[in-house]
């Protein structure tokens, strides 16, 4: 049996470091922010398979029909336990688990943390076709509220003006707690200084997405209701 420990690491250099992908359990990490508020959620894609498995940027594809079976523990903070059996396609709905699942090629895992603290989670894999088993840790990670936010234009601030005549401009955000990466859920911050705020990303970084009526120099703010505020200026020509 072999243990693993997943940190924070680049999804690439994730499976460049797994491929080719030898029979037994794999884990790819999707999200694993080494900080994250209460409620959002450690994601983990777990699979089994040989070298012949098709696989994304984001998530592995194919392997066959594997079977497994794999158990989850959590330390240090309670979490819930939800599994995506047909990840990456997601046809079913998620199942909140009590510790054990079985699963059939990928399937995604979400350990979602319901309290402050220092998270660390364990999970068992066994392949039914191959009898290997691994334990992968993931983390620890710190599970509390962002104490501070930072806003910046990585794309220069160029505005795009769109057909209907706003100029669209996309910041990036970054929570940090502690100095360390931090998730969230960026619908919950207070926007001001721009229209219609749109947000995507992840705790890599959530991009902003803004809108502005014409040319004119603007101070954006996005505030956490925990606190940090971020501010940006920014001039359209």
Same mark, same amino acid.
């Given at each position: 049996?072999?243990?693993?420990?997943?940190?924070?690491?680049?999804?690439?250099?994730?499976?460049? !470091? $797994?491929?080719?992908?030898?029979?037994?359990? =794999?884990? &790819?990490?999707? #999200?694993?922010?080494? !900080?994250?508020?209460?409620? %959002?959620?450690?994601?983990?894609?777990?699979?089994?398979?040989?070298?012949?498995? #098709?696989?994304?940027?984001?998530? /592995?594809?194919?392997?066959? %029909?594997?079977?497994?079976?794999?158990?989850?523990? $959590?330390?240090?903070?309670? $979490? =819930?336990?939800? /599994?995506?059996?047909?990840?990456?396609? &997601?046809?079913?709905?998620?199942?909140?688990?009590?510790?054990?699942?079985?699963?059939?090629?990928?399937?995604?895992?979400?350990? /979602?943390?319901?309290?402050?603290?220092?998270?660390?989670?364990?999970?068992?894999?066994?392949? &039914?076709?191959?009898?290997?088993?691994?334990?992968?840790?993931?983390?620890?990670?710190?599970? +509390?509220?962002?104490?501070?936010?930072?806003?910046? $234009?990585?794309?220069?601030?160029?505005? =795009? =003006?769109?057909?209907?005549?706003?100029?669209?401009?996309?910041?990036?955000?970054?929570?940090?707690?502690?100095?360390?990466?931090?998730?969230?859920?960026?619908? %919950?911050?207070?926007?001001? @200084?721009?229209?219609?705020?749109?947000?995507? @990303?992840?705790?890599?970084?959530?991009?902003?997405?803004?809108?502005?009526?014409?040319?004119?120099?603007?101070?954006?703010?996005?505030?956490?209701?925990? +606190?940090? /505020?971020?501010?940006?200026?920014?001039?359209?020509?």
């Amino acid at each position: 049996m072999n243990r693993r420990t997943f940190v924070a690491l680049p999804i690439i250099a994730l499976f460049s !470091a $797994c491929a080719p992908l030898e029979m037994g359990p =794999q884990l &790819l990490c999707r #999200e694993c922010a080494p !900080a994250m508020e209460a409620g %959002q959620a450690l994601e983990v894609v777990v699979w089994v398979g040989g070298s012949d498995c #098709e696989y994304d940027d984001r998530a /592995v594809v194919s392997c066959g %029909q594997e079977r497994f079976e794999a158990e989850v523990t $959590c330390d240090g903070a309670p $979490c =819930q336990v939800e /599994v995506w059996r047909d990840y990456p396609l &997601l046809r079913d709905e998620p199942e909140l688990v009590e510790g054990g699942f079985m699963g059939e090629d990928r399937t995604l895992v979400r350990i /979602v943390p319901e309290g402050e603290g220092t998270l660390g989670a364990e999970v068992r894999v066994r392949s &039914l076709v191959s009898a290997e088993e691994e334990v992968f840790e993931v983390g620890p990670t710190r599970i +509390g509220a962002p104490d501070a936010l930072e806003l910046s $234009c990585p794309r220069e601030c160029r505005a =795009q =003006q769109d057909a209907s005549g706003d100029f669209l401009v996309r910041l990036e955000l970054r929570a940090t707690l502690d100095g360390q990466r931090l998730a969230l859920d960026p619908a %919950q911050l207070e926007v001001s @200084g721009g229209a219609n705020p749109l947000w995507s @990303g992840d705790s890599d970084g959530y991009e902003l997405a803004l809108r502005f009526p014409e040319p004119g120099t603007y101070d954006v703010q996005v505030r956490h209701p925990a +606190g940090p /505020v971020a501010e940006y200026t920014l001039t359209i020509d």
